[in-house]
Structure formats: C-alpha cells, structure tokens
C-alpha cells in the first residue's frame, strides 16, 4: 500500500509544506521510520527526534510550523491541529483494522434462557452469560468471558477474552474491560472467630460507570454491603487492585499495579503512578497525584503531588530523598563535629584549670 | 420488600428497644441509610456514624446498648451478641442469595473419562476437567476453570470462573479458588548454560490445605520437588504471587499484592498488608505482622509488627522514618553547629594567641 | 517403583561411592527425604544439609567428592558433572511426566476457517484460535487459550490455560506462556480533551522472540505504533507488567510483580528481583541487576547492582540504608552536640566577660 503526500494531507486535513507527489509506503514512530515512511512530531521533543531520524515525510503540530527544527526539515509536511489524532488516522490507513466480526450469539456460546442480549451485540464462542444478565446494544462479549447472573451492561461496551464479572455486577455505556480482569470478586473480609478466620458475607456489588477502561488482569472486589464504585470516564491499566467498597471519582487515572485497600474514595482527576499503594478508608482529594510506589496512610488533599512512603507533598518527600542520599555523609560530618566538640571541652578544661571560676561551671 | 422490626429480631434472635412495628424496606451501610433502611453498629466508632446518619433502625452489639451514644439514638434497635454476622443474616432477608444451580456436570464441559466427580458437584458449561482428576461432593467448577490432570479436589470446594489448576494440585475441603487465580504453574528456575538460562524442571506440586481461599488473580507456583503449601484456614487476598516451595503455616492473612520468592516460610496467624515483598528462604515467626510495603531480606521472630524496606520492628521503623521526614532540617542544624564549632575553633585560637600553653596543643 | 543405586547410576551416567545394591523407592529433597528416598547436593551448602537428613542416597556433584562433609557420608552415592539435572532425571524415573496427550485439533474448540495449524499441534477443548492466525508444528494450545485474529506462532511454543493473545502478536519458537498471561491488551495512552480522557488508538503489536518464558498473570501490552518486544531467552515469572512500547533486550531474567511503564528499553543479561518498577522511556544497561522493589526514574549503566527507591548503585544504597537504620541514633546525638555548642558559647561568653578583646568579636 502507498499514498502520496496529498492524499494522506486530504485524508486528515491537513496543510502541506514541501511536495504533495511525494510517495511514502507506511507510517512508523521515529525511531523505526525509514526513508519510505512518514511519522510525526506532536512537539519540540519529537520534533528533534524527527530531525535525526530516517522519515520521508512528517505530520506535525500546526503550533510548530514556524520552530527552527521544523523549519531545518528538508523533508514534506503537513501540518494539523492535533498531530497524534491525525498520525493515527493516518497509521489506521496503512494498517487497517480488521472488520469488527458480526456473528450475533454464537451457538457455541453458553447463554442463559432468561439473558437479554441487545441488537447487534456479538456474543463468541465460549463466552457465558448468567441468568436474568442484562446486556446493551453494539457490546463485544468475547471467547471465555463470563458475565455473571443479574449482571447489567450497556451499549458499546468491550469485553475481552476471559474477563469475569461476578454476579450482579453494573457496567455503564462504553466501558472496556480487558482480558482477565476480573470484576465484582468477593471482598477480602473475615471475622476471628475461635481461632479461625471466618467469612464474613460480601453482599454488596460492584458499579462501573460510562466510559471506564479496565486494564488486563485488573481486580475490583465487591462490596460487602452496598457497591465499590469506579467513576465516569476513569482509566485503570492493568494488574490493578481495587478493594472493596472503593468509591472512585470521576476521570481518574490510575498506571499499572496500583493496589487500593477497603472503602479507599477518591474526588476526580486524581492520578496515580505504578505500583502506588493507599490503606483502607483514606480519602484522596481532587486532582491529586501520587507517583510510583508512592505508600499513603492518611488522607490527602487534592491538587498537588504527592511521592514516597510514607506519601509527602513532593516537594517535601523530593527534599528527604535527596537527605537521605547525604545521609552517610552526614553522617561522617556528624561525628567529626563530635568529636571536634569533645576536644573543644577538653581545651576549655585546661584552660579553666589555669584560670578563674567562671567555666568551672561548665557540666 | 419490607419487614418490621420485630419480624427482623425474631429472624435473628434479637432483643428490641423501641417500637417493635417500624417498617424498614432495605438494609444499607450508615452511609448509603436512608430513613426506610435498617443499618448497624458493632462499636462505638459505628455508633457514631449510625448517630449522624439517616437510618430508620439499627442492628447493635448488645455491649453497646447503655453506651451514651447508643442511649441517645431516637430510632428503633435489635440488640444482638455478634451485629456484623446478624445484620448480614438481615441483609438477605432483603436481597436473597441467588439459590445454588444444581446443573450437574454439563454436557457442554469438557470432562475426560477417567475423571472422578461427586455427588451433587456442578461443572459448567465450557470447564475442563483432566484425566485421572477427582472431585469431591458440593463443588462448584465455575465456567472456564480449568482443572489439570491429575488434581485432587475436597467437598465443599468453590472454584470461580477461569481459575486454574496444572496437574496434580491437590486442595482441601470448603477450599474457595476466585476468578483467574492460577495455581500450580511452574515455579521460576534457571540454570545459566552457555550464555542461555536453561529451565530447571519443576516436578514438584502444590498442596493447599482446609479452609483457605485465594483471591482472584493469586497465583501459586508448585514446587521444583516436593510441594508448594499452604496452610488450613489461610487466606490470600487478589493478585499474590506465592513462589515454588513456599511453605504457609495455619491461618496466615495476606493482603493484595503480595509476593512471596521462592521457599518462603511462615508460621502460624502471620499477616501481611498489601504489596508486602518477602525475599528467599525467609522464615517469618507465628503471629507476624508485616505492615503495607513491607520488603523482607531475613528471618523475622514472630509475635510482633514489622515495617519498612528492608524491614525493622515497628518501633524502630517508624522512629526512622520520621527521623527521615526530619532529615532536611537535621541537615540544616547540622550545617549551623558545624559553621558555629568552626567559629568556637577560630575564638580558640585567638584566645590562646594572647594567652599561655594549654590551648598551643589544640589541632 | 523402586531402583537400585546402580541402575539410577547407570540412568544418568554416574560414578557410584558405596553400595550399588542399595535400594531407593523415591527422590527427595534434604527436607523432606527418608532413608528410602536418594536426594541430592549441588554446593557445600546442600552437603551440609545432606549430611544432617535422613536420605538413604544420594546424586552429588562430582567436585564435591573429596570435601570432608562427603567423605563423612555413610551413604552411597551416585557423582557426576550436573547434580541438578542429573537428579531432575532421577526424580523423572520414580514420577514420570504424563505423556503429551495427542488430540490434534479439538472438535470442542473453536478455530476460524482461515487459521493454519501445524503438524502434531494440539489445539484443546474451548479453546480459539482467530481468522488468519498461523500455529506452528508441536505447539499444545490448552484449554480456554485465545489466540487472535492474526497471530503468527512459532514451532513447540506451550500456550497454558486461559492465556490471551490479542490479534496480531508474534511468538518465535520454543516460547512458553503460562495460564492467564494475556499478550498485546492496549497500551494505557489518553489524551485529556475537554474534561475527559480520549483514548489513543494502540495500533502497534508484540513480538515475543524464541525461547522466552512468560509467567502466569504477567500482562505485555501492545505498542502504540511498531512493537512490544521481549528479546531471545528472556525469562518473565508471574504477575509482571510489560508497558506498551518496551523492548527487552535477550536473556533478561524479571522476578514477579515487576513493573515496566512505557518505552523502557533493556540490554542483554538484565536481572530484576521481585517488585521493582521502572518509568517510561528509561534505559537499562547489558547485566545491571536490580534488588527488590527498586524503583528507577533515570537511565542506569549495565555491569552493576542497584537498590532502593529511588534506585542507587548497590553500595551507596546500603549506605543510605543502613545510615537510615542509624538515623533516629543521629539525630538524638545532633541533639546533644547541639546543647553542648550552646553550653559552650555561654562559657566562651563568660571567659570573654572576665578578659580582654578576641572573644568580643564572636556573634
């Protein structure tokens, strides 16, 4: 497959700068482009990356046009308002995706009687859906996922291969759940009772709201009574670990490996790092951001960052970390000082000796 | 569905305080009541919440009844000796449990021949059972579990959908797998060999006793030789990594995240919060506690609390770390005493200048 | 089952020490052998375990021979060059492995018309495999296994149970997947537009070269554009996180629960212990090897140790670490340097009242 310049430029839109004949054969990053390829620049970083790289051609930011690395470029431009959108665009024509498959409910499928399945929704082979299971229009249930009995989802929502949702569990409109994460699992809750831990029931369920993206491998336990709740429009990557009775806020975004104990609430567009992990019943306020492993114990006000364990406002936590990389200095300092100190003593000891009371004083 | 008050103490046994005829329609945490729900208290921090929430009833420990707060409530009580378990007995009374599917083996699972399956055991749709693998009564095999060859399986035991087992993993009686865990994969063994890392077989199992259950997501590794345990009653919250040949005492309670390298010990009621890290061949004492993020290098007796990374008892941790957080104004002391004993020196030696020997020795 | 010495030593080449009539009837480690059982020592280390179990026999590494603790063995025993793999052997004689079962492809599982699946290839009950996807020779595709449309796979590749591959991921040959690993989900990449996050398309792949292990739960994300890639002979134990873009140079070793966020690229020989993490777009050079939930925010030159979070080369982090220890210690002696300047400065103050000008200038 190829295109020239003018064709791609006519596909997003775009304003081209040097010749629109040029020919190019696929779309690559710039560190895989050849001299066939185009690529792109979103800003002055990738703009430098494109300079030392290969490409043949570059869609890049309108806002850079007149930057002297974009001006250096000897090679076709076009311009547009938001470089990646547009790259994408334009990778998509190099690389089309596969049709989505329109197979309906396959007979290879597991589907309860008394499941409700929308128009246009594909239900593949392996997949099984409980009884009384509510399921939108346009959704894509696909091989070996299971969908709990009493469970709700949406219209166009995804769900990958070998995802799980327990019983009862509420999905929104347009949520994607990727493979083997697994939603509405047992809170983690027991009684001492006897010498034996015993389960105490998890009643409760789990409710994700419009536009949710759930990562693979990603837990969510249900609620021991009432839901744990992720928030319209929040991402979570994958091998996440949402505890029971969390309420998420809307617009959150959480990196991969987060780890978040009972009743954790958060406001909204609070973000977190890989690998963060927040106790039980902690509140994290909006706009917060916690970087990777960051350890938080309390709660925490919103709209600032946050690092460590256990979590400092950053600027505080970045001031202990640097101490702490001093700290066998300082310690070597330390111990000078004493011991300069103890002979000070000493010298102000012979000197008292050969003089008058004041510093006889001295302890 | 409704019930009055005296309906509701009747099913759990109760004791009223107040009107007996209330009519409540649903049973919420203090923080989702409303004036028609029933809610509870098991201690004072409870009472509170209840105190300032919207609740029309409340199930409470009979020891919190002549508590100021509890006296002070203005909505009927059921009194009882264990509220968390009986409020949850109320709950279903609102919300009954889906009843147990008797399906049988399925014929759409896919059983081999030499497989032995108990009485009034389920195996649904699209589960796969493995030669020579018995199972015993009162199961439940989800859809999508995998049960390898092999496997021995107890009564009682709940395994959630696409859980698997490899060969020969042998569990208990009432032993609860969650969605996704996996158990039995080969533990992680390489010898190094002309440059490549060359896999160290893993012949070994994993035996899992009584009474545990494990989160969704947990995987186990089984044992180069010999197996890979874990101890009755223990229980293992979402996504822990258990390493090949670890070894878990009785009644161990671990928190998401966990990871366990290989031939971990532990005695027994050990603990771990969430993203603990336990290097290899670490025996961990009965009764341990390892708070979150704890990081573990060497054997710890039992009996107490640990934090930090590498780990220290709990007093010692934290005086470090809050020694850590006031490391930048120790720094900054620190620079002032050291400016102020260069000061003291230079006084010292003009001092000595207009005076006799003694201070002629100081360096 | 039972065997003499010499025939075991015959088995796997060996040279007796003591009675070659002696008779075994398992194998076992030091832990848990019996004086039927032969079991095995690689260094001093386990000659000295050896030496205080029950074992009736046992396979010793050749050089181990003349060492005082096995010249005082009173048991036979079998020496040859590899005691591990020759012992693995043995421990293969008393359990053989059940033979591969050749089923071909599965009437039960489900494989697109347009997939091309090679000679001796096992394709098992529930499992599928997408349009256009190609299967090598000798590969076992296990139950509840997807693969998607257009996934290339090498020859004598392992696929374990419920493992998801996304479309278009490349597996070379030899390559070992274990159950719930999910291969090529989405890289996590929004753009905040208007208030919300806008997912960008991942477009991108992974290809995972010959001879890689990948655990159990472990998650690789595709690229946005280009390639994921995992190099020749990398090993990847259970629950890591591979970030959309990485590329992981050959024969790295990862523990479990590593994290990688996007764009880390590593050199040959890489070693991560369990639980550390690294941020986007870092680079690891050929053999570093890092401890334990390491956490690492820059690029790190390969041939050394790190530790700690944030990562420091091995020496100075014990340090730090260790002065970490100290540092509640330190600071109690700071506080007593301090009051002991202070006590000074009043007795300088009071000898200077007493006498002449030098001590009139101190502040």
Redesign the interface.
């Known amino acids: 497959m190829s295109a020239t310049i003018a064709e791609l430029a006519a596909l997003i839109g775009g304003e081209i700068q040097g010749s629109p004949e040029t020919i190019v054969t696929g ?3 710039t ?2 482009a050849t001299a066939v390829d185009i690529s792109f620049a979103v800003d002055e970083n990738n703009l430098r990356l494109l300079a030392n790289s290969s490409a043949g051609a570059a869609v890049i930011s309108r806002s850079l046009a007149d930057s002297e690395t974009a001006v250096g470029l000897a090679i076709p431009l076009i311009l547009v308002d938001d470089a ?2 547009s790259f ?1 665009r334009v ?2 024509h190099f ?1 089309p995706k ?1 049709p989505r498959s329109e197979i309906g409910i396959s007979p ?1 499928a ?1 589907v309860h009687d008394t499941a409700a399945i929308g128009r246009s929704t594909n239900v ?3 997949a ?1 859906i409980g ?1 009384d299971a509510v399921i939108g229009e346009n959704c894509d249930i ?3 996922v ?1 969908v709990g ?2 469970c709700h989802i949406g219209a166009d929502c995804q769900l ?3 995802a ?1 949702l ?2 009862d569990v509420s999905l929104g409109d347009r949520v994607i759940i ?3 994460a ?1 939603i509405g ?2 809170g ?1 809750g ?2 001492l009772q006897d ?3 015993e ?3 998890q ?1 409760g369920t789990v409710v994700i709201e419009d ?1 949710v ?1 759930i ?3 990603t ?1 969510i ?1 249900r609620a ?3 839901a744990t709740k992720i928030g319209q ?1 929040t ?1 979570l ?3 996440i ?1 949402i ?1 029971h ?1 969390c309420v998420l806020g809307p ?1 959150n ?1 959480f ?3 987060v ?1 978040l ?1 009972g009743s954790v609430t958060t406001g909204e567009y609070v973000m977190c ?3 963060v ?1 927040i ?1 039980d019943h902690v509140h994290i306020g909006d706009g917060a951001r916690l970087a ?2 960051a ?1 938080v ?1 309390k709660d925490l006000p919103g709209g600032q960052a946050y690092v460590g ?2 979590v ?1 406002p950053e600027r ?1 936590g970045m ?10 200095e ?2 070597r ?2 111990r000078q ?2 011991a ?2 103890i ?3 000493k ?2 000891a ?2 008292d ?4 009371p ?2 006889a ?3």
Chains 1, 2, 3 share one sequence.
């Open positions: 779309a690559q990053s560190a895989d990646l959108s994408c990778l998509e690389r596969r290879a597991h593949h082979p392996g099984t009884a696909h091989p070996g299971v009995a009493g990958y291969p070998n799980v327990y019983e990727h493979a083997n697994v699992a047992d983690f027991y009684q010498g034996a831990f389960k105490i029931p009643l536009d993206e990562g693979a491998g837990t336990d021991m009574i009432g429009g991402k990557d994958d091998q670990m505890g009775n617009h975004v990196a991969s490996q780890g104990a790092a890989g690998q992990g106790a990777s492993k350890g114990h364990q256990p400092q505080d001031r202990s970390l640097m101490a702490l990389h001093k700290l066998p300082i310690v300092r330390m000082v004493e300069r100190v002979e000070i003593d010298l102000l012979e000197l000796d050969g003089q008058q004041p510093l004083k001295a302890g």
